[in-house]
């Protein structure tokens, strides 16, 4: 009789590890990584491993590859022509309630949302969640693996980026909310 | 003493083909000393048969009687097919088939669709490198350009609570 209730404990904690797998932000991903008006990124550990085997004489060139070295996958989940990207952006908000993501920043104006959250484990973060949405536009980027965000933070300040428009608007009109 | 009848039927007996009641009333009629005399091979059969069945009979009439001894008590519960420990082991079992179907139906539907999530969408290394140089750049720059706005509003708030602290 012990033995077939350790049995049941063991089996127990077994299925609820395996079908903990499934997070909210997988599913949500799932949900729209079909849908057209959306552009699916995704980069698995493997690739980063073929990664390796580029050799950048740029400082920061090498920097960013520090930096990805430490990943194990990146998830983009990208539009810039819908409807009301503020609803997806909701969505994904809601879909994370309740889970072990903390929130780190979020900057909200009136026409963008931003939301930066992040999973720890054991001391380290191990998953960082971007979340972007405007009237017209919605971002979500996964990172996982060992996140620094030093290193992260110190990434745009040694290059020079274009395309990103819209973060003026958050830098200069933004309200921070905690 | 109907010897007629007791001959005939001792024939029959011989030829095995006499029924359990002829039998019986062959050993009734050995019980007579007469039967016993004119009849002395088949009489020590017969006497033999005899003795076990009033044996038998003894055995019966004892059983009847222990069991007549026998006090039940009133309030003995009497073992219910549907017991906790039975209900218990059936539920242990019906969660258990349960759980290895929904285990079954994860590693057949789940896992594949989740593989689906995390398989590569971009096949060249040079070509996802450049996509995860520039997810990260993003990352970096909303990053700073959040902690920049923190800090903006951490130097108007010192400001502010400087302007209302009393001059001394």
Redesign the interface.
């Known amino acids: 009789m012990r033995k ?1 209730i350790l049995m ?1 404990v063991i ?2 904690i077994f ?1 609820a590890n ?2 903990a ?2 997070d909210p932000m ?1 599913n949500f ?2 949900k729209y ?1 079909g849908n057209e008006l959306f552009t ?5 550990s ?3 491993s ?2 390796t ?2 050799e950048p004489n740029d400082p920061n060139e090498k920097e ?1 590859m520090k ?2 070295s430490k ?1 194990k ?4 989940l990208s539009a810039d022509s819908i409807p009301n990207g503020k609803k997806y952006f909701s969505e994904a908000m809601s879909s994370i309630k309740g889970t072990k993501f903390e929130e780190l ?1 979020s ?1 909200v104006d009136g026409t963008t949302d ?1 939301q ?1 959250m992040v999973q720890e484990t054991g001391g380290k973060i191990s998953e ?1 969640l ?1 979340l ?1 949405g405007g009237s017209n536009k919605f ?1 979500m ?1 996964s ?1 996982h693996g060992d996140i620094d ?1 030093k290193q ?6 040694n ?1 020079k ?1 274009s395309g ?1 428009e819209h ?1 003026n608007k ?2 200069g009109n ?3 909310k905690e | 003493m109907d010897y007629k009848a007791i001959e005939s039927l001792l024939e029959m007996y011989h030829l095995g083909e006499t029924s359990l009641e002829e039998e019986a009333y062959l050993i009734d009629q050995f019980e007579h000393s007469e039967v016993q005399e004119k009849y002395p091979q088949e009489a020590a059969i017969f006497r033999y048969f005899a003795i076990k069945r009033a044996e038998a009979l003894e055995a019966d009439v004892f059983e009847k009687m222990a069991l007549n001894d026998v006090i039940v008590p009133a309030d003995l519960k009497v073992p219910d097919r549907f017991s906790f420990r039975t209900i218990s082991r059936i539920a242990a079992v019906v969660f258990l088939l349960m759980l290895s179907g929904l285990f079954v139906y994860h590693l057949a539907v789940q896992k594949p669709i989740q593989a689906e999530v995390y398989n590569d969408s971009i096949e060249e290394p040079e070509k996802a490198y450049e996509e995860a140089k520039q997810a990260m750049l993003m990352i970096s720059t909303l990053m700073n350009a959040g902690l920049e706005e923190t800090q903006k509003i951490a130097s108007f708030h010192e400001a502010e609570e400087k302007i209302k602290q009393p001059k001394l």
């Not at chain 1, 699916?40 to 698995?44: D, E």
């Not at chain 1, 992260?152 to 300040?157: M, V």
Request: proline share 0%; aromatic share 12%; no cysteine.
């Open positions: 077939s049941l089996m127990v299925s395996i079908f797998q499934n997988t991903f799932k990584a699916k990124v995704t980069i698995s493997k690739m980063f073929m990664f085997h580029f960013m930096a990805l990943l996958s990146i998830r983009i920043m900057v931003m930066f960082l971007m972007v971002y980027l990172l965000l992260i933070s110190k990434l745009s300040e290059m980026i990103l973060l958050v830098g933004g309200k921070k």
